[in-house]
């Protein structure tokens, strides 16, 4: 009886969460999929390592966005608080950006979509705490992205030619607040998660939402199946929905 | 069941990865095409036209009567023959008085209509006529310079018709600084306060250095068969304070002074046949008056009131930041003729534009050609009438053509 209320209230949370989501789409948002593969290493009951590589997609589904390769390593200080840092090499691939004179219909610059390069660094604390079978963290994470500068191409509608645009680089300081709940079924082998996450600079920059499932088997292999809603927070960037898959590999 | 749903899970994700690899840029290439356009070739073109020889009007009622050299007896002549620093004149006429120094000669007509025949070569001469009375220069195989001012002068504000002796070529030159005198204009190398009446069939070349080429401050009028060209790298190439009407002939005008106009009417204008290449390559002027900064842009063909293009070839460049190959202050209709107007400067100072008209643009006829590249190709402040019928009617973001 208490497990099926149990089954009950996830189930309610979870639908809660995506009808509270749902009124926040519309035709503009994006679609796409994350793709994931990571191998982890434990060293000690309080050290481990980690090394993974993530594939993104856009324009639901047809697009490449992102292609990364990033390691972390974690350091468990206290039995509840864990702390990391990690590096990331991103691949972006930058959507084509199109501006238009005071007149907003004459072509002013385009720029087509290109690839480049960021590279990303960040130091995470996370806190943990498990009622009962649901363990709810609380991460806080300073993340660091450098994006050099790159010669790429822009073609100028009032020269009408193709010239060579300075992207220039740019640092950016971003910190991530992210809270989560994950549920441990008895002899269910699929854990449900869920959790929230805030992107703020000197605003809040974007909200994601993630539900979703994890499944371990032999404690080596684990897989991930989830949904991530992100709302952003400026006009410029639609909102989107990604499919999540991943895979994580323990030794 | 569980491989299965691992492999199901990992071949999914296989396709979505493969299934990325769709560009989502805006399919750009039809419209940066249009952007790449490049303009028709305008350069000087000295090469023969084939006109129709016009009929001088025998209406002496007819506003143009005196227009016509044909109208008036010139059985009243006196030649000028320069050579060097000597000038010989021969004949005389009652009523007319000639001085000289060196070779610069200075006239003084109070009889009635007199030709005054010019040959001969100087570097440091000039022809200056004062007299309320209309006359004929004959250019036959006359090389002028002065390098203190115009080459000829004409200070009467009657007719001046400028003959050019049939298969001779002329030339005029002004010098750098102009000696003025007081209560008196000078402001071309052949400037004149009165008409100028351009015809016969010989060549004129005009190089003005100090300031414009031909100017008067009343009219101009072009016959067929005339050639004139003027390679000004001052002031205006051609310019007439209360109109220009081009009937024909074959003119090059090229200049590169800053702010300098290739041809300027500040009357009405009227082309009715012949041929014009203007080419401007000059930048803007900039001018600080009591802290107030001023920019005026080039053009190779300027008008300051109305223009009417019945026939004709015209063919106009700039090339200087914000030059415009045609800028119209008033309404402009093309009823025929060829009319190409290229603008390919830079866009620092003032928006370069193939055709600016600040009143209304109107065409019934014709060939219409306009380019800018880097702004508007066209730009017509009033209102825009195309009449139905044509064959081309080609609306770019760089080039506009309508054709009947």
Same mark, same amino acid.
């Given at each position: 009886?208490?497990?099926?209320?149990?089954?009950?209230?996830?189930?309610?949370?979870?639908?809660?969460?995506?009808?509270?989501?749902?009124?926040?789409?519309?035709?503009?948002?994006?679609?796409?999929?994350?793709?994931?593969?990571?191998?982890?290493?434990?060293?000690?009951?309080?050290?481990?390592?980690?090394?993974?590589?993530?594939?993104?997609?856009?324009?639901?589904?047809?697009?490449?966005?992102?292609?990364?390769?990033?390691?972390?390593?974690?350091?468990?200080?206290?039995?509840?608080?864990?702390?990391?840092?990690?590096?990331?090499?991103?691949?972006?691939?930058?959507?084509?950006?199109?501006?238009?004179?005071?007149?907003?219909?004459?072509?002013?610059?385009?720029?087509?979509?290109?690839?480049?390069?960021?590279?990303?660094?960040?130091?995470?604390?996370?806190?943990?705490?498990?009622?009962?079978?649901?363990?709810?963290?609380?991460?806080?994470?300073?993340?660091?992205?450098?994006?050099?500068?790159?010669?790429?191409?822009?073609?100028?509608?009032?020269?009408?030619?193709?010239?060579?645009?300075?992207?220039?680089?740019?640092?950016?300081?971003?910190?991530?607040?992210?809270?989560?709940?994950?549920?441990?079924?008895?002899?269910?082998?699929?854990?449900?998660?869920?959790?929230?996450?805030?992107?703020?600079?000197?605003?809040?920059?974007?909200?994601?939402?993630?539900?979703?499932?994890?499944?371990?088997?032999?404690?080596?292999?684990?897989?991930?199946?989830?949904?991530?809603?992100?709302?952003?927070?400026?006009?410029?960037?639609?909102?989107?929905?990604?499919?999540?898959?991943?895979?994580?590999?323990?030794? | 069941?569980?491989?299965?749903?691992?492999?199901?899970?990992?071949?999914?994700?296989?396709?979505?990865?493969?299934?990325?690899?769709?560009?989502?840029?805006?399919?750009?290439?039809?419209?940066?095409?249009?952007?790449?356009?490049?303009?028709?070739?305008?350069?000087?073109?000295?090469?023969?036209?084939?006109?129709?020889?016009?009929?001088?009007?025998?209406?002496?009622?007819?506003?143009?009567?005196?227009?016509?050299?044909?109208?008036?007896?010139?059985?009243?002549?006196?030649?000028?023959?320069?050579?060097?620093?000597?000038?010989?004149?021969?004949?005389?006429?009652?009523?007319?008085?000639?001085?000289?120094?060196?070779?610069?000669?200075?006239?003084?007509?109070?009889?009635?209509?007199?030709?005054?025949?010019?040959?001969?070569?100087?570097?440091?001469?000039?022809? /200056?006529?004062?007299?309320?009375?209309?006359?004929?220069?004959?250019?036959?195989?006359?090389?002028?310079?002065?390098?203190?001012?115009?080459?000829?002068?004409?200070?009467?504000?009657?007719?001046?018709?400028?003959?050019?002796?049939?298969?001779?070529?002329?030339?005029?030159?002004?010098?750098?600084?102009?000696?003025?005198?007081?209560?008196?204009?000078?402001?071309?190398?052949?400037?004149?306060?009165?008409?100028?009446?351009?015809?016969?069939?010989?060549?004129?070349?005009?190089?003005?250095?100090?300031?414009?080429?031909?100017?008067?401050?009343?009219?101009?009028?072009?016959?067929?068969?005339?050639?004139?060209?003027?390679?000004?790298?001052?002031?205006?190439?051609?310019?007439?304070?209360?109109?220009?009407?081009?009937?024909?002939?074959?003119?090059?005008?090229?200049?590169?002074?800053?702010?300098?106009?290739?041809?300027?009417?500040?009357?009405?204008?009227?082309?009715?046949?012949?041929?014009?290449?203007?080419?401007?390559?000059?930048?803007?002027?900039?001018?600080?008056?009591?802290?107030?900064?001023?920019?005026?842009?080039?053009?190779?063909?300027?008008?300051?009131?109305?223009?009417?293009?019945?026939?004709?070839?015209?063919?106009?460049?700039?090339?200087?930041?914000?030059?415009?190959?045609?800028?119209?202050?008033?309404?402009?209709?093309?009823?025929?003729?060829?009319?190409?107007?290229?603008?390919?400067?830079?866009?620092?100072?003032?928006?370069?534009?193939?055709?600016?008209?600040?009143?209304?643009?109107?065409?019934?006829?014709?060939?219409?050609?306009?380019?800018?590249?880097?702004?508007?190709?066209?730009?017509?402040?009033?209102?825009?009438?195309?009449?139905?019928?044509? /064959?081309?009617?080609?609306?770019?973001?760089?080039?506009?053509?309508?054709?009947?």
């Amino acid at each position: 009886m208490a497990r099926r209320k149990r089954k009950q209230l996830i189930t309610g949370l979870l639908l809660l969460l995506c009808s509270a989501l749902f009124p926040t789409l519309s035709h503009a948002d994006d679609g796409g999929l994350i793709a994931s593969i990571e191998a982890s290493h434990k060293f000690s009951k309080k050290l481990s390592a980690g090394l993974e590589t993530e594939f993104r997609s856009r324009n639901n589904f047809r697009t490449a966005d992102r292609v990364s390769i990033g390691g972390d390593v974690s350091y468990k200080v206290l039995p509840w608080l864990k702390a990391s840092a990690g590096y990331t090499l991103l691949i972006d691939n930058n959507r084509e950006k199109l501006t238009y004179q005071d007149d907003d219909v004459s072509y002013n610059n385009w720029r087509p979509s290109y690839w480049g390069l960021r590279h990303r660094f960040n130091v995470s604390l996370t806190a943990s705490y498990k009622i009962r079978r649901v363990e709810l963290s609380l991460r806080e994470r300073w993340q660091y992205t450098y994006r050099p500068s790159k010669i790429i191409d822009n073609f100028d509608f009032d020269e009408g030619e193709w010239e060579d645009d300075e992207v220039k680089g740019k640092g950016k300081n971003v910190l991530r607040s992210r809270l989560q709940a994950e549920w441990d079924i008895p002899k269910c082998k699929f854990d449900p998660f869920a959790n929230v996450e805030f992107h703020t600079t000197r605003d809040l920059e974007k909200t994601r939402f993630i539900v979703g499932v994890s499944h371990s088997l032999k404690k080596k292999h684990n897989f991930k199946l989830y949904y991530r809603c992100q709302l952003s927070g400026s006009s410029d960037e639609p909102n989107n929905h990604m499919l999540g898959m991943g895979y994580t590999y323990k030794f | 069941m569980k491989k299965f749903l691992r492999y199901s899970l990992f071949l999914s994700a296989l396709t979505l990865v493969m299934a990325s690899c769709q560009k989502d840029d805006t399919d750009m290439a039809d419209i940066i095409a249009q952007y790449q356009v490049e303009p028709v070739n305008i350069e000087l073109d000295y090469s023969e036209l084939t006109e129709t020889p016009d009929v001088p009007v025998t209406d002496e009622s007819d506003s143009t009567y005196n227009d016509y050299v044909e109208n008036s007896a010139w059985n009243k002549v006196i030649n000028i023959n320069f050579d060097g620093g000597n000038v010989a004149i021969a004949g005389t006429v009652p009523g007319v008085s000639v001085q000289t120094n060196g070779a610069h000669v200075t006239i003084m007509n109070m009889s009635g209509p007199v030709k005054f025949i010019v040959s001969g070569k100087t570097t440091d001469g000039s022809l /200056k006529f004062y007299g309320d009375k209309r006359f004929q220069i004959l250019l036959n195989g006359a090389e002028i310079t002065n390098p203190h001012g115009a080459a000829i002068n004409n200070q009467g504000s009657k007719s001046l018709y400028v003959v050019l002796a049939d298969g001779t070529a002329n030339r005029l030159q002004d010098g750098t600084n102009y000696t003025m005198v007081d209560e008196e204009d000078q402001k071309a190398a052949l400037f004149s306060e009165g008409q100028i009446i351009f015809s016969g069939k010989g060549e004129l070349s005009v190089i003005a250095v100090g300031r414009g080429g031909i100017r008067s401050d009343d009219y101009i009028r072009i016959r067929p068969g005339v050639k004139i060209s003027v390679n000004s790298s001052a002031l205006d190439g051609l310019r007439a304070n209360d109109g220009i009407i081009i009937d024909g002939g074959v003119i090059n005008i090229m200049t590169s002074g800053v702010g300098a106009k290739g041809m300027r009417s500040e009357g009405f204008m009227q082309v009715n046949g012949g041929r014009l290449v203007a080419i401007s390559k000059g930048d803007c002027r900039i001018e600080n008056t009591d802290g107030v900064m001023d920019t005026t842009a080039c053009a190779a063909l300027y008008c300051d009131t109305l223009l009417n293009v019945n026939g004709g070839i015209l063919k106009l460049l700039a090339t200087g930041d914000g030059g415009k190959g045609m800028n119209a202050k008033q309404d402009v209709a093309i009823y025929g003729g060829k009319f190409e107007a290229v603008a390919t400067g830079t866009r620092e100072i003032k928006k370069p534009k193939g055709v600016k008209i600040d009143g209304n643009f109107a065409i019934t006829d014709g060939y219409f050609y306009t380019y800018s590249r880097r702004s508007d190709p066209l730009d017509v402040s009033g209102s825009t009438m195309i009449a139905t019928g044509y /064959k081309t009617y080609d609306l770019g973001p760089k080039v506009i053509t309508i054709a009947y």
